[in-house]
């Protein structure tokens, strides 16, 4: 199975060398190429790299950075503010993967969680699952966060209240 091959030390320099492409999109398909294999490998300066791409004008550049920024975890912690303005993006899956991302940052996400409750009464419900999980995996909701939660749980629409049950259940 190729997702858990290691890659090699010539795939790697392959890699690491498409890092310097002068195309963005190419920089991020190897960086997210690593990732699936060996994110440990991955440098600071790659996930810098990555980060830098969340404000790309290209809407499929701005997902697949805050994808391989997710993948990469707590060690993404710096671009928490970034990934958080992504939620109120036009593109439902750049917010889906700025969701996503934050919960695979896990608990150092904990200031984007009254955005990630916003989202769970998005129009979309890819994007409220994915902003209930990052819920879910952020943890510590304040009092405050929770009474909001719960007010979506009175709502009409079954997969608004769907979303708030799933944030409050993990």
Not at 4 to 25: H, R, S, V
Not at 28 to 36: D, F, G, M, Q
Not at 38 to 65: C, F, G, H, M, T
Not at 124 to 149: F, P, T
Request: hydrophobic share 40%; proline share 4%.
């Amino acid at each position: 199975n190729q997702a858990e091959k290691k890659p090699d030390e010539t795939m790697l320099k392959g890699l690491f060398a498409a890092f310097e492409d002068p195309y963005p999109y190419v920089r991020l398909l190897a960086l997210n190429h690593l990732n699936e294999h060996d994110n440990n490998r991955i440098r600071p300066r790659d996930i810098e790299q990555a980060a830098s791409r969340l404000v790309s004008n290209d809407p499929e550049i701005k997902k697949l950075a805050a994808e391989v920024l997710g993948r990469t975890g707590a060690r993404a912690h710096a671009c928490i503010p970034a990934l958080t303005s992504l939620l109120s993006e036009e593109q439902k899956e750049i917010r889906w993967a700025a969701a996503n991302a934050l919960g695979e940052i896990g608990p150092a996400s904990v200031e984007s969680l009254d955005e990630l409750i916003h989202c769970l009464s998005d129009t979309e419900k890819e994007v409220r699952w994915s902003a209930a999980n990052a819920i879910g995996r952020i943890g510590s909701v304040s009092e405050n966060q929770l009474a909001r939660i719960r007010i979506l749980l009175k709502t009409g629409e079954n997969q608004i209240r769907w979303a708030a049950a799933h944030a409050m259940g993990k």
